[in-house]
């Protein structure tokens, strides 16, 4: 395992489009993102292009009484919206590699998740559009490079406590890069 640190920032009790919004303006930076989003009956990505535009498939946002989580993905950060008892919180996880004030050290490994599906066709609207056998059906932004597999990689952040034992403190998703899994 590796040592990073990281400091989490937890706010609650926010409007659906409250949250959608506090999202958008805590991004101030340059770097661009992916998101990640899941409503009541689909599972989607869209990406942020560092100069404040929100790409959707067929530039439709996701409808937020359906929301139920969005991440948005940076490499040195996540904000992460998520209801729960038909509220909305939002957590924003930023990492660094040296020891600051108000950053916690911990550990960290790393899984990778691939996700299943064939290309369904062109590009539409800048959006490539994979299908999995359950019908699923879900449209990866065309700015993530095609390679063999479609994955996006989870980083699990543990503290280890008086007993010495690992204990989880976080996770967040890293990436998400690749191609058709077939």
């Known amino acids: 395992?590796?040592?990073?640190?990281?400091?989490?920032?937890?706010?609650?009790?926010?409007?659906?489009?409250?949250?959608?919004?506090?999202?958008?303006?805590?991004?101030?930076?340059?770097?661009?993102?992916?998101?990640?989003?899941?409503?009541?009956?689909q599972v989607d990505f869209g990406y942020y292009d560092g100069k404040g535009n929100w790409k959707f498939?067929?530039?439709?946002?996701?409808?937020?009484?359906?929301?139920?989580?969005?991440?948005?993905?940076?490499?040195?950060?996540?904000?992460?919206?998520?209801?729960a008892g038909g509220k909305f919180y939002m957590r924003l996880l930023t990492e660094i590699d040296m020891k600051t004030e108000g950053f916690d050290e911990v550990f960290y490994s790393e899984e990778k998740h691939y996700m299943w599906g064939s290309q369904t066709g062109g590009v539409e609207n800048g959006f490539y559009s994979v299908s999995e056998?359950?019908?699923v059906t879900y449209h990866l932004p065309e700015v993530i490079a095609p390679g063999k597999s479609y994955v996006y990689t989870m980083r699990y952040y543990f503290k280890a406590g008086d007993d010495g034992v690992l204990e989880p403190v976080a996770e967040r998703i890293v990436s998400v890069d690749g191609g058709i899994r077939r």
């Open 133 to 135: 056998d359950s019908g």
């Open 57 to 83: 498939y067929k530039d439709i946002e996701p409808d937020i009484d359906a929301l139920q989580e969005m991440y948005l993905i940076f490499p040195d950060k996540e904000i992460y919206i998520y209801k």
């Open 1 to 41: 395992m590796k040592t990073i640190y990281i400091k989490k920032d937890v706010s609650g009790n926010v409007s659906g489009c409250m949250a959608f919004c506090e999202m958008k303006e805590k991004i101030c930076e340059q770097q661009a993102g992916i998101i990640y989003y899941s409503t009541d009956d």
